[in-house]
């Protein structure tokens, strides 16, 4: 399906976009954002997929992740206050009692796979 392909791609893109913004602001997180782009580019562009993993700036969020060596204590740290603060955001807008149970769910869980991932010694 091209549509989806692309959809893919574009999303991939804002997502890398966002990881790059991380690398350089704290508020950001980087790892999370890099390997949903490596998601979006595998399933949309496995061009731009071989791209990013052979990256030498975010090739190695990528190995680690999937080779389950772990992520610095910083980024699992920066990953969990940003997924927080967004559905903050987002519960704040829609109050919506449904819709924020529905965020917090998806926050514990998103929360407790981050903790439950190797963390890497150095960053």
């Not at 602001?25 to 390997?35: A, N, S």
């Not at 990013?52 to 999937?66: A, K, T, V």
């Amino acid at each position: 399906m091209p549509g989806k392909r692309w959809c893919l791609k574009v999303l991939g893109i804002i997502c890398l976009a966002f990881g790059a913004a991380g690398v350089v602001l704290p508020v950001l997180p980087t790892t999370p954002f890099v390997i949903a782009a490596a998601l979006c580019f595998s399933a949309g562009s496995p061009h731009l997929a071989a791209w990013l993993e052979q990256n030498r700036y975010f090739g190695p969020y990528i190995d680690h992740y999937r080779n389950k060596t772990g992520i610095p204590l910083r980024q699992k740290i920066g990953g969990i206050l940003f997924l927080w603060v967004m559905l903050g955001v987002s519960m704040v807008i829609v109050q919506k009692s449904f819709v924020i149970v529905i965020l917090c769910v998806v926050g514990v869980l998103v929360t407790l796979h981050l903790v439950l991932l190797k963390t890497r010694k150095k960053c």
